[in-house]
C-alpha cells in the first residue's frame, strides 16, 4: 500500500511539473515579443515572458537541491547507525564535491563584462567567478559521466 501511494504521489509530482514546465515554455515561445519603448536594446528580440522561465527556473533548481541535500542528510544519518564505514565513505562523495566547487570558484574570471542595455548589480568580480564556478563544474561532471558511461561497461566484463 504504501509502495502504491509513494509510486502515486510521485507520478503525480512529476505530471504537475511537466504540464507547468510546457505551459512556461509555451508563454515564453508563444507570448509574443516586449514592446519597442520597453525593451532593454531596441534592436534585439525581448520574449514577453522571459522573465517567468527564469523564476520557473530558479524554482525548479531551488526545490530540487533542498531535497538532495534533505535525503542526503537523512542517508548519512541512516547509514551512520548501520554501517559508519560505509556512510563515511558517502560523506567523502560530499566533501569531494565541496573541493570541486572551491576548486572551480579560484578558476573562475572575474573580469567586468561589457553587456549592451545591462544597468544590474550582478556585474561584479563575485557574481562572475560564481557563475564560472557553476559552468566549470558542469563540464567537469558531464564529463566525468560520460567518462564512466564508457568505461563502466568495460570495468564489469574484466570481472
Known amino acids: 500500500m504504501a509502495v502504491t501511494k509513494i509510486h502515486r504521489t510521485s507520478r503525480t ?3 504537475i511539473g511537466v504540464i507547468i514546465s510546457i505551459i512556461v515554455l509555451a508563454l515564453f515561445f508563444f507570448g509574443g515579443q516586449v ?3 520597453e525593451k532593454v536594446a531596441a534592436d534585439m528580440s525581448e520574449p514577453k515572458f522571459t522573465d517567468l522561465i527564469l523564476y ?21 544519518a541512516r547509514g551512520l547507525k548501520e554501517n559508519p564505514k ?11 564535491l565541496g573541493a570541486l566547487l572551491v576548486v572551480t570558484y579560484i ?12 544597468e544590474g548589480t550582478d ?12 559552468l566549470y563544474s558542469c563540464y567537469f561532471m558531464m564529463i566525468v559521466t560520460v567518462l564512466a558511461l564508457i568505461f563502466s561497461p568495460l570495468m564489469a566484463r574484466r570481472k
Not at 560505509?86 to 569531494?96: E, P, Q, R, T, V
Not at 578558476?107 to 561589457?114: A, K, Q, R, V, W
Not at 556585474?123 to 557553476?134: A, C, E, F
Request: glycine content about 8%; charged content about 10%; overall charge negative.
Open 13 to 15: 509530482t512529476l505530471i
Open 35 to 37: 514592446a519597442d519603448h
Open 56 to 76: 520557473w527556473s530558479y524554482i525548479l533548481l531551488v526545490v530540487t537541491v533542498v531535497i538532495l541535500i534533505a535525503f542526503a542528510i537523512i542517508d548519512f
Open 86 to 96: 560505509k556512510a563515511m565513505s558517502g560523506f567523502l562523495a560530499i566533501l569531494a
Open 107 to 118: 578558476m573562475g574570471d572575474g573580469t567586468l563584462l561589457n553587456i549592451p542595455g545591462y
Open 123 to 134: 556585474n561584479v568580480p563575485g557574481m562572475l567567478k560564481l557563475t564560472d564556478m557553476w
